[in-house]
Antibody
Framework: VQLQESGPGLVKPSQTVSLTCAVSGAYVGGGDYYWSWIRQAPGKGLEWIGKIYYNGDTAYNPSLDGRVSMSLDTNTNQFSLKVYSVTAADTATFYC????????????WGHGTLVTVSS | SYELTQPPSVSVSPGQTATITCSGYASPRPYSYWYQQRAGQPPSLVIYKDTERPSGIPERFSGSASGTTVTLTISGVLAEDEADYYCQSTDSTETYMIFGGGTKLTVL
């Protein structure tokens, strides 16, 4: 299994950042797994952003105040994250991760992609 | 929701035992999970469901729980165990994931 995050690298404040996680070795549309995003600000700890199931159901961290959305593309076997109205506080390495359905841990992670919010 | 509290740092000499605690769980306490994150690497799961080790994780890693506190124990610490360690759990509905603030393990 491989998870590969991709993103813009640098975005300006107030913009929307779009990130994609390309999955190989597992099918995002199957019921065996669900898919999460986690971020880590430089030098800081991990923050769970949210998760998406094979059928498109989602759950987001309430602390993000509705500024995020996730989607799934079974044709390209990818899932995506959008973070709206970004500020410098959103600067972080974003990780995507896979969990087995019915489990509550993050068993497999991508290597992460850094997003910097700066004008 | 609630917060999980970990000590910011723990230091041990090689061969000694490192213990990292995580407290602040809701009651009844959901299962806990532990991740190791070496410098420049993504996190990796070392303990799941309080006490279980994923395949490939050395036996020196163990987890335990008592009341609302869970503990990661690393016996016979090696230099390669130097890393940040994070506990993780869920809210009572098992919908949201929650991370502890992380503990930096230094091997002296």
């Amino acid at each position: 299994v491989q998870l590969q995050e991709s993103g813009p690298g640098l975005v300006k404040p107030s913009q929307t950042v779009s990130l994609t996680c390309a999955v190989s070795g597992a099918y995002v549309g199957g019921g065996d797994y669900y898919w999460s995003w986690i971020r880590q600000a430089p030098g800081k700890g991990l923050e769970w952003i949210g998760k998406i199931y094979y059928n498109g159901d989602t759950a987001y961290n309430p602390s993000l105040d509705g500024r995020v959305s996730m989607s799934l593309d079974t044709n390209t076997n990818q899932f995506s994250l959008k973070v709206y109205s970004v500020t410098a506080a959103d600067t972080a390495t974003f990780y995507c991760a896979r969990s087995y359905s019915g489990s509550h841990n993050l068993g497999f992670w991508g290597h992460g992609t850094l997003v910097t919010v700066s004008s | 929701s609630y917060e999980l509290t970990q000590p910011p740092s723990v230091s041990v000499s090689p061969g000694q035992t490192a213990t990292i605690t995580c407290s602040g769980y809701a009651s009844p306490r959901p299962y806990s999970y532990w991740y190791q994150q070496r410098a420049g690497q993504p996190p990796s799961l070392v303990i799941y469901k309080d006490t279980e080790r994923p395949s490939g994780i050395p036996e020196r890693f163990s987890g335990s729980a008592s009341g609302t506190t869970v503990t990661l124990t690393i016996s016979g610490v090696l230099a390669e165990d130097e890393a940040d360690y994070y506990c993780q759990s869920t809210d009572s509905t098992e919908t949201y994931m929650i991370f502890g603030g992380g503990t930096k393990l230094t091997v002296l």
